[in-house]
Structures are given as structure tokens and as C-alpha cells.
């Protein structure tokens, strides 16, 4: 125990919970505001520390801990993980090792927080799972980093409609539309290479949207018909690091070897239809995730370029005067706008990673299983596998196999 935290501990102040981060881009960065504010802002029963996070470039992952608030800086994963002073290993790097850095940590006896999609294959899912149902029996937790499960209106469209505000369900509509790949000089990142990626817009923007069909309406998809498409199959070769959606390219050339875009219809488990689109070549569209659930009593619509808002008609409501109506989700009865502004003083994307730091510290102070899990993170990557086994059959319905 330091000497901060033995005259903390003295003054009643909350245990400490030591964060070791592996990544330090734009995830990383996310994550690191999530981490630094997370204990200001909510009253927590832990308070995270900023330990250590870990880069394979020794200078530019000093530079990111400074930046960011952490304490110290790795340059060996295995080495954070290893730190008496870090209890959560925050995983903020490429899917190809996301499987690897997870598994190592529950071994190490460490709770894990791993950024979406889960892992890159479905085998690869599965042994995270395992590691992480026998890290649950000595105590420790692992979640998923679906982040936009917290952003307050999506929590309270869920709320609404597990109350049946929605009646039966019959449509899901969800679409995840960037347009950072329009340009076909945009350079071979490591996002648009199978073996680090894993997919492309599909596993990127597709997991998202998975994700949050079966969180908003409690069911899992069933099966599912798919087109996938690479339109631009060759681009320039990185010259210079990448910050992941960019970077400097030179005139070679290389494969891009992932989907630029995924489009999809499935089944829910309780019969209503869905339907998705994922793609990074919607020219005009920066990070335009909307969504709308049409029920037998109602339906609700989000856009998450508005994200404080939620659209919502009462289907039960005389026709004359019922409509789509805007609640703007900022009230103090809202999940997580307790400890925020006052009404109307709207929250935006970093919010998410507060909520999320909240959501694990909280679990790991009660003890209680965090959502989502990893079996969570798998059930996605079941769906995406299916998306992918489906397009290559150009459509062919394709059951996602259910644990
Ligand atoms: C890039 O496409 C990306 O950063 C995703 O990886 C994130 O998960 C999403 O939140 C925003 O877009």
C-alpha cells in the first residue's frame, strides 16, 4: 500500500482499483476518459487508478500516458499484466489479439475489459469464454465493450420496451453508415486486413448493431441471409504508423482483404423480422447508427448523431393525435443522468466509456456478473460468423448456431 492510499484508506476514502490499458489509439483514448472520469463524476464503491498502459513503441506510448493520465508505461503486454497494481486489464488493441491478452489476464488472476468484436473467430470466442467462466469461479469478472448499450436513451428504449410499452415486436431496422473508405486512396490500415481485423465493416460496425438488436429487445437472432462486398480491393500501403482509420500511404499497392459492407435480414427468436446494413462507403455519413423497432403498441427510433433524443409513438393512442413524439433523455430518472447536468444539457459519445467504467467497477466492488459478458461478445460473434458463411452463399438463410 502506498502513502496515499494508506491515509485515503484512513479517511474512509473507497478501495482503489488499478486499470492497466493495452492500446493507447483511438479506443485507448476512449477508454482512458472513461477510466479518468468515470470516479468524478459517480459516486463509485472503487475509485479507478490509471496504472499502466502498454504500447509496442516505447516513445509514442509514454507520450499517450501522459496525455491520457496514466501513471506508468509498458511496452510488453505481458509486463502490465503482471503489475501488482493492476486488477483490470483494459484490452484496446486489434481483434488478432484480443484472444491471446484475455486469456493471459484471467490466468494472471486480473477482472478484463475487451474492446468489440470480442475476438476475430468464433473458436476464438469460445476459449475466451471458457477462460473467463473459470476466472468467474476465483472471482474474477470479463465483460464486453459494446458501448453503446450506455449511452442513456438506448438504455431507456430497452427499459420501455421490457416494460411492453412496444407490445409484440415485429420489425428491427438498424443501420451503421461511416464513409472513411469512400476514397479509394484511403490507405491498407489494419482494419481492412483479415488477419488483424478479422472482418471488416461487419465485425466494426456489424457487431455494433448486433449487439444492440438483441440488447434492445432481449432476443437473439435465429438466422440470418447476407451480401457482403469489397468495391475497392487494392489500396495504398502504409508508409508510416497508423492511427487506425488513418495514416500516411506511399504508391504501392496491397489486397484489402475484409468486407467494406455488410447488409443483412434475420430472424429473432420470437418471430420478428430485422434487418441491418454496415458499411464505410456511405459517402456523407460520418457515424450514422439509426435504428427503429416497430411493435404491435408502438415503435421507437434512435439516431445516434442525436443521441440524447428517443422518437416514440403509442400506437394504442387515438389516430387523430398520435404520432412520433421526441423524449429527450436527460433527466435525472434516466439510466446514468443521476450524476450529470441539469435537464436539457446534453451528454455525448465519451459518455459512453464513463458509463461503461462505471458498469465494471461496480460489478467488480459487488461482486455481480457484468454485462455484457464474453458469452455475450460470442453470441455476436456466432451472428457475425453466420453473416459471413451466408453472404459467401450469396444469401443463403443461415441458422446462427444457439449455446
Ligand atoms: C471505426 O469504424 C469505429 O471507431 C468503430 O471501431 C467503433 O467501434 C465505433 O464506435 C466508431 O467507429
Known amino acids: ?81 503482471a503489475r501488482d497494481d493492476v486488477q483490470v486489464v483494459d484490452i484496446c488493441t486489434p481483434g488478432d489479439s484480443h484472444a491471446e491478452i484475455a486469456i493471459a489476464a484471467l490466468e494472471a488472476g486480473k477482472h478484463v475489459l475487451c474492446e468489440k468484436p470480442l475476438a476475430n473467430s468464433v473458436a476464438e470466442a469460445e476459449a475466451m469464454v471458457r477462460a473467463a467462466a473459470d476466472a468467474r469461479s476465483r472471482g474474477q469478472l470479463a465483460m464486453v465493450g459494446f458501448n453503446y448499450r450506455r449511452v442513456p436513451a438506448i438504455s431507456y428504449a430497452r427499459k420501455l420496451i421490457a416494460e411492453g410499452r412496444l407490445g409484440t415486436l415485429r420489425h428491427v431496422r438498424v443501420t451503421y453508415l461511416q464513409d472513411w473508405l469512400a476514397d479509394p486512396a484511403a490507405p491498407l ?25 438483441q440488447f434492445l429487445t432481449g432476443e437473439r437472432l435465429v438466422g440470418v441471409s447476407a451480401l457482403a462486398e469489397t468495391f475497392v480491393k487494392e489500396r495504398p500501403v502504409l508508409s508510416g504508423a497508423s492511427a487506425g482509420l488513418s495514416g500516411t500511404a ?3 499497392t496491397g489486397p484489402v482483404t475484409v468486407d467494406d459492407a455488410a447488409l443483412f435480414t434475420g430472424r429473432l427468436a420470437s418471430g420478428a423480422l430485422a434487418s441491418f446494413e454496415a458499411t464505410r462507403m456511405a459517402s456523407g455519413r460520418k457515424n450514422a447508427l439509426h ?41 435525472p430518472e434516466h439510466p446514468y443522468l443521476e450524476a450529470w447536468w441539469p435537464p436539457g444539457h446534453a451528454l455525448g459519445y465519451e459518455h459512453t466509456f464513463v458509463h461503461q467504467a462505471r458498469d465494471l467497477v461496480e460489478a467488480v466492488a459487488a461482486g455481480t456478473d457484468p454485462v455484457p459478458s464474453f458469452a455475450d461478445g460470442l453470441q455476436v460473434q456466432r451472428v457475425l460468423a453466420a453473416v459471413e458463411d451466408s453472404a459467401a452463399k450469396n444469401a443463403v438463410y443461415t441458422p446462427v448456431p444457439q449455446p
Open 291 to 331: 435504428l427503429e423497432i416497430n411493435g404491435e403498441r408502438g415503435s421507437l427510433a434512435f439516431d445516434l448523431e442525436r443521441l440524447n433524443e428517443l422518437s416514440f409513438h403509442d400506437h394504442t393512442e387515438p389516430a387523430p393525435s398520435s404520432g412520433f413524439r421526441r423524449i429527450l433523455v436527460t433527466e
Open 189 to 213: 490500415t489494419w482494419r481492412l486486413k483479415r488477419e488483424h481485423a478479422g472482418s471488416g465493416a461487419l465485425g466494426d460496425l456489424g457487431a455494433h448493431i448486433v449487439d444492440l438488436a
Open 250 to 252: 506511399g504508391t504501392e
Open 1 to 81: 500500500m502506498t502513502p496515499r492510499e494508506a491515509s485515503e484508506k484512513e479517511a474512509g476514502a473507497p478501495p482503489t482499483l488499478g486499470i492497466g490499458m493495452v492500446g493507447y489509439a483511438f479506443m485507448g483514448a476512449a477508454h482512458s476518459q472513461g477510466w479518468r472520469t468515470a470516479g468524478h463524476v459517480f459516486d463509485l464503491p472503487m475509485r479507478p487508478v490509471l496504472a499502466a498502459i502498454c504500447g509496442r513503441d516505447a516513445d509514442a506510448v509514454r507520450a499517450a500516458a501522459d496525455r491520457h493520465g496514466w501513471a506508468a508505461a509498458e511496452t510488453d503486454w505481458r509486463r502490465l499484466i
